[in-house]
């Protein structure tokens, strides 16, 4: 069995969902965030030393970190399922969105988030100082990466509805995050490929699985 420890509204959800996906047998152990800081609860550092999460153990190994995690559990137990065939072009393509989803798709992403948090955590009269920063750096700097990005997603999307070839891949769970986080913050709701492909893999019977397994989850 296949112990998950789990944090609510996190990346560890795609990490539920692959397994579903996979018919694995697993044992969800879960973790809520702190309601006033949204951080991770100290006890997930019991289980890994940055206190992060997802991370698994099967048969007395431990991984961490989401693209490690779905290369162990494709490699191990995939059968070949949830990605192209070795030396393909669609092979290269699984590979790059694989790696694009956790390095430039998020990194906006997270800015944004940052930024936003940003007057909530200084004094009351500095706040407007720190409104003021925020809504330049957005504009001038971080929405308009977004935008690049999500233009990106959408073309790609429009070839086969998919990111790594005409079927659905493990490369599909792992771009579902950025493509969630930005529809519910940066705009990409407006983008027809985007919502259709959220829509596709939301009504997938893993997912929703998965969404029962992990418990309430929300993209904003």
């Known amino acids: 069995m296949i112990i998950v420890h789990h944090l609510n509204d996190s990346r560890s959800q795609r990490?539920?969902?692959?397994?579903?996906?996979?018919?694995?047998?697993?044992?969800?152990?879960?973790?809520?965030?702190?309601?006033?800081?949204?951080?991770?609860?100290?006890?997930?550092?019991?289980?890994?030393p940055l206190g992060k999460s997802p991370v698994i153990e099967d048969r007395g190994i431990k991984v961490a970190e989401t693209g490690a995690i779905f290369d162990y559990l494709l490699s191990t137990y995939g059968q070949g399922r949830l990605r192209p065939a070795a030396g393909t072009e669609d092979a290269r393509r699984f590979t790059y969105w694989m790696y694009y989803a956790e390095g430039s798709a998020m990194t906006p992403l997270l800015l944004r988030l940052i930024f936003a948090q940003i007057p909530a955590k200084v004094p009351f009269f500095a706040r407007p100082i720190a409104n003021g920063i925020t809504k330049a750096m957005n504009k001038r700097m971080i929405q308009p990466q977004l935008d690049s990005h999500i233009g990106y997603w959408e073309g790609e999307l429009g070839h086969t509805g998919w990111f790594a070839g005409p079927e659905f891949t493990a490369a599909d769970i792992m771009m579902s995050f950025p493509l969630e986080a930005a529809t519910a913050r940066a705009g990409a709701a407006r983008q027809p490929q985007i919502a259709a492909f959220l829509q596709r893999v939301h009504a997938r019977p893993a997912y929703l699985r998965a969404i029962d397994r992990g418990g309430p989850y929300s993209f904003a």
Do not use: S
């Open 15 to 48: 990490v539920l969902w692959l397994l579903e996906e996979l018919g694995l047998d697993i044992e969800v152990r879960r973790y809520q965030r702190d309601l006033h800081t949204m951080l991770a609860p100290p006890e997930l550092k019991a289980v890994h």
